[in-house]
């Protein structure tokens, strides 16, 4: 097998993970071999402004996006049924070209609560044990806690530029901000994006009903903006065509614009594109990674030798490196013993459409992180008591953009679907619709995993992974609550339709896209006996390999998760050039 | 079992079919291939217009508020995505064994047949299924009982036969009406930007700044299209 020069570091993955530890680890000395499967795309070439605003490119063909054919997974509900491959798009939005899912992403851009990273602790003092161990759920703290992950929340927040207003600066609650947020060292390096038609409603009716409103934190920068990487970025035009899209005008935060222009003039730095990882190499002594070995573009197996090997290739697909490497313990849901593709979860999500008479909500004019939140009833923010449920959601409402193709699926109940009464029904309402959306946290469950399949292999002959999950009772009862809270939000808009929606009804699927944000697999502790990776994101079995990216939270939070996906690389850096490189090849210890 | 064992098969079949017609290879160029408008076919036989016309003018017929379907380029747009990496399935995981439950488990039917195939299958189906009831060509039948068959289609009354998932054609067709009316007219529908104009869409703007206050207001805005301004 050929054999590339040895590289200090062997970075798998070139999304926002990957570019993040690529670039403080490069800037900090080493030298850094990155492999990405995708091409290189930029938004210059790849989605200028002449070329950006085009739904059906984009967005009902998902052209940015990485096809089944070369990247899917398989699924079943339950232990005892036979797992089935996913053929078309569905849940896994991975992107096709470098920058992965951060190139095409909307930007909705969050930091998680306090209570998301201790939610077994917190839940049994507040609650008692009963409802952190109900038979079914699986609660793990993180082996952190948000005081940990501050200032790397801060440092990716001024590497994205994210557009936002402050709720808690330093213990000071401000009116103008969501003021369930915690503490923050500084406000967002740009201030919070406008406040457009379906926000403004939201708004009052929320303020009416003593709930507090705010505009949710975009990577949509909302003015003339250069981060600390050297990278400038400029105002948001409120196009509206981001989620699926490149931004062509450089405003929305991606790793192309915020990263790469460093990587691309850093000497340590060099990326090997449309090069697949197969598997992490490991040592004769089990516990030491050696590099990668990758199929590169003409089908040829390269071996790439490094003295650290980071996967960032996403949640799913660090699951499944592991697991085709051998390193660690996959997760058995008989026993709950086993680390790799333990605590698998999702977003619960429920909430409602709305219809207005008469309105002119103008929704072409949008950004892809835009919108209007309350946190009133997210994770802990409100008592649980009296309620059979942990968790909770946050409701947003959004001002995304026109999509006119996407959109005559937005009708009221009854509205034919074509002929002269859809056509009627859609001029009407195209300007009228809004929608609620909450977003809720997920739960892991002793029976919601990811192994191999037995059955189906990618184009290389490697075993898809296999998702096993459904909705667990805490998260149903938590989908319902929210919803009828929706209800009564869109009641109080003034809709004159109000259509609640609840995916959590239903058996999970990932044909149906309740959302992409897939959790878990490789998860964070304190405990080695329940998580695959430390709190510096380094596998207890591996200490070489640093395993970072949404596979590494043990429960998800009511929120979007690239934000703290951005923080955990900038901490995984943190860690090894501060603490690893002094003792490679050992754990770090706190 | 039965349907998806027979579509494996009739993939040899349309493959023929198409072999002496142009395709675009799996690589997609930077700028969107704009359509021919000259009325040649890639990928449509003159019959299968005929068939296809007559549904895509009761899924979107022409009234007051815009043309119908066909009117606005709906054919062109179709046969363009048909003849290129959509109607392929160029995304598609196609790896079998083909699971009887795969439908149930994930609540959505699954192809691995091709846009292509499945026009392909399903127009004969319906026209066969026309001429058995009706004795006539689905396009010649009166409008009303035209919408009652893509209605029985709709809602799964009527079955088309064993190589058709008659349901997921008509949501199929359905959704490339939609696409071809409302897409950007570089790809042959949305004719003078009739589908935005009809709801008012303004296009492929990207600068609003200037509405951002502006909030709730009726704002009469120029449309603009990748290649055309209104």
Sequence with gaps: MARNTKADVVVVGLGWAGSLIAAQLSHGGMRVVAIDRGPRIDPQTDTPLTVDPDELRWSSRKELLAKPRDNTLTMRNTLDQIAVPQRELGILELGGGAGGQGFHWAGMAW?????????????????GMPRAEDG????????????????????????????????????????EGNPFEAPRSQDYPTPKLKTLRMMEIFNKATLELGLNPFTIPAANVSEAYANPLGAHLAPCTYCGFCQYHGCGNYSKSTPQTCVFPYLQKEPNFKVISKACVTRVNKAADGRTATGVTYINESGKEIEQPGDI???????????????????????????????????????????????????????FIGAGGLGSQIDNYNGDNFDHSSLDFIGGAGILTLSRGGAPIAKTNNLPPGTPRWGSGFKKAYSKYYQNHGVLFNQGTSMPTKHGYIDLDPTYTDRFGIPLPRLTYTYSR?????????????VEIGHQMGASHVAPFDFAQKPFTTAIGASNHTIGGAV???????????????????PNAFVIGASAFPNNAGYNPTGTVGALALRAARAILEKYVRHPGELIED | MKRRELLFRAVAVVTAVAANRTTHGEEEGLLPKTTRRDGVRKVLTQGQEEILKAVFDRLIPGDELGPSASGAGCLDFLDDQLAGGYGEGSTIYRDGPVQPHEEQMLQKAQFISTPRERYYFGLKALEAYSLKTDGASFADLQSDRQDEILRGMETGKIELGEDVNTKGFFELMLTNAREGYFADPCYGGNKDMAGWKMIGFPGARYDYRAYTERTGQELNLVNVSLILKG
């Design chain 1, 136 to 175: 079914e759920l699986q609660l793990q703290d993180w082996g952190l806690t948000y005081d940990d992950l501050e200032p790397d929340y801060d440092g990716w927040e001024r590497i994205a530029g994210i557009a936002g207003k402050a709720g808690n600066l330093r213990g000071k609650v401000t009116n």
């Design chain 1, 111 to 127: 930091r998680f609560t306090p209570w998301d990273f201790q939610v077994r602790t917190e839940t049994i003092k507040r609650y």
């Design chain 1, 309 to 363: 090997v980071c996967l960032t290739a996403s949640q799913m697909d660090n699951v499944r490196l592991l697991l085709v490497s051998g390193i660690g313990k996959p997760y058995d849901p008989l026993s709950s013993e086993g680390v790799v593709g333990r605590n698998f979860s999702y977003q619960t999500v429920s909430g409602a459409d709305l219809w207005f008479e008469g309105d002119k909500i103008n929704p």
């Design chain 1, 524 to 542: 964070m502790g304190a405990d080695r006996s329940t998580s695959a990776v430390n709190s510096y994101l380094q596998a207890w079995d591996c």
């Design chain 1, 474 to 486: 805490n998260d149903r009862a938590m989908a319902k609550f929210t919803k009828e809270r929706a």
